[in-house]
């Protein structure tokens, strides 16, 4: 079972691991379904929550990037866009089809990006979801009712993925767990296990729950902790920073779906500063952003910068008739890309390659940076595969492109999806079931919401969230969606959970005033 108590026990009966992996992110959890269907033996641990990090906080978007096709980066997009096709067939109860519009108020910008966007169609060969199209700009005003309609020339449309980050973590960490892996959240790595050569032999980690400590030992230890991965290295001997890692800050604002009329997301390829700017619906609201800034020190919560959210309503304003306002900003979420630094000028990081690197220590860790959502499976690929080779491992071909992830349905049964419980996939008729067993089950959390008490008991049962920022930031999205309705509903949540989990009194006052104190930070 994807139960902590379980998982623990598992790990503490395994004398040897053949892979551990530390970071709980996109590429952590997908090293860790790629190596255990191969047959090894896994352990992932995650300091904080599956996602806590870059992995909840992304666009939103399974896509090829147009902007990499601009760039010239054709391998990129080649490879993101095969793996867009494989994730809809492997999480489809995650995986949207979206429609998106490149507004022209140019007569030629419609031929040019519609030029550029039959290459895209191109490059997803069988895997395509979509053919782009030139488009009138009546059409473009039907497809989107409040774009600004003065000067408009056309548009072209086109398709990409959309999914929700957060539930794909989990869903992975599920499939892991269910194929034999230990995956455990709130657990740290807060040192190596060596030899007498200095080579690694494991890790030290400690249960943050319990202040237990355990040492772990394993064959290989992969270090998937994105921009922190510098930690991880000094840890494992580096006596300097050698990985030349360049964070760059994204953040994003989330709006009334009234602000985007219609099912069909805004692109604008070229902003004012060369940024792409994206208004997408999702979960019922709008996502904005992105922006591209670069920052000196990674966090855990990064702050979204004055410039950012400025930057982000003045380009809204540019093409929307209904223009958005700081009060009318539900929630604000900043989430850092672990770039890879090129030789010469780091400052653009615009320009820095969303391709991933896999680096090898002295002491035999391997370290797996940069890269995209998008491609975390061939990612996770590439890392064990590397493994294999280094440390004469058996020889075990990846199974990943044809592996269903938990949750995952047929697009028949993803049409009787409840429109509320959509993100819970196959697990929803079970779900529904335990909020029908009790009366208490059903109460909403929120009154403007349809979260559900029973909800967050599933959480706490079945998805191993063990505080109020697990449930409401990464299991039912709420801090995401509406930041104040998150605070408000924080006191029933940690009651919930201190039933549930079997807390102390003090415990859920801590909940309670460090998750408030956290969802501030997602208000302006």
């Known amino acids: 079972m994807f139960n902590r108590d379980s998982q623990i026990k598992e790990l503490k009966s395994t004398s040897e691991f053949d892979i551990v992996i530390i970071g709980g992110g996109a590429s952590g959890l997908g090293i860790a379904v ?120 056309g548009g072209v449309t086109y398709f990409d993925g959309q999914f929700d980050d957060a539930r794909l973590a989990l869903n992975l960490a599920q499939t892991a767990s269910e194929s034999g892996a230990v995956v455990l959240n709130h657990c740290k790595v807060i040192d190596m296990l060596k030899n007498g050569e200095g080579k690694l032999i494991g890790v030290v980690v400690t249960n943050t729950e319990t202040d237990e400590i355990i040492n772990v030992k394993s064959k290989v230890v992969i270090n998937a902790t994105g921009v922190f991965s510098n ?41 004012s500063d060369g940024r792409v700017l994206f208004a997408i619906p999702w979960h019922n609201k709008v996502v904005v952003g992105t922006t591209d800034t670069p920052i000196k020190k990674p966090s855990y919560e990064p702050k979204p910068l004055e410039q950012e ?74 890392v064990v595969n590397e493994a294999i080779t280094v440390h004469n491992l058996t020889d075990e071909k990846s199974k990943t492109r044809e592996l269903a992830i938990h949750g995952n349905l047929s697009k028949s049964d993803k049409k009787e999806l409840d429109k509320d419980l959509w993100y819970y996939g196959s697990d929803t008729t079970k779900l529904q079931e335990l909020i029908a067993s009790n009366e208490s089950f059903r109460m909403l959390i929120h009154p403007n919401y349809e979260f559900k008490a029973g909800q967050v008991i599933w959480a706490a049962r079945y998805e191993m969230a063990r505080t109020v920022e697990d449930v409401l930031a990464r299991r039912i999205r709420l801090l995401f969606l509406d930041a104040q309705a998150a605070i408000d509903c924080t006191e029933a949540v940690a009651n919930i959970l201190q039933k549930e989990l079997k807390k102390s009194d003090s415990w859920k006052i801590q909940q309670i005033e460090e998750f408030k104190t956290l969802a501030q930070g997602y208000l302006i």
């Open 34 to 153: 790629d190596a255990v269907s191969r047959g090894f033996k896994v352990a992932l641990f995650e300091a904080y929550d599956f996602a806590k990090g870059t992995s909840s906080r992304s666009t939103k978007l399974v896509h090829g990037g147009v902007r990499y096709l601009a760039q010239g980066n054709i391998k990129l997009v080649t490879e993101a866009l095969r793996e867009r096709g494989l994730l809809e067939k492997n999480a489809n109860h995650l995986f949207k089809r979206q429609t998106f519009l490149i507004p022209s108020y140019q007569w030629w910008h419609k031929y040019y990006y519609g030029l550029g966007l039959t290459a895209y169609d191109f490059l997803s060969k069988r895997l395509s979801i979509g053919r782009s199209k030139v488009v009138s700009a009546e059409t473009a005003s039907q497809k989107i009712n409040n774009l600004k309609s003065e000067g408009l020339q």
């Open 231 to 271: 930690k991880i290295l000094k840890l494992a001997g580096r006596k300097k920073k050698s990985l030349k890692i360049v964070p760059s800050q994204g953040i994003h604002l989330v709006l009334d779906k009234s602000f985007l009329e219609g099912e069909t997301a805004l692109m604008v390829p070229k902003t």
């Open 309 to 382: 959210i400025e930057f982000i309503l003045e380009t809204a304003k540019e093409y929307l008739t209904k223009v958005p306002t700081r009060e009318d900003v539900l929630s604000v979420f900043a989430g850092l890309r672990p770039l890879v630094a090129p030789e010469g000028d780091k400052s653009n990081t615009k320009e820095i390659s969303r391709g991933h690197k896999i680096i090898h220590s002295e002491s035999g860790l391997i370290t797996i940076v940069g890269g995209k959502w998008t491609t975390y499976r061939e990612m996770s690929e590439d």
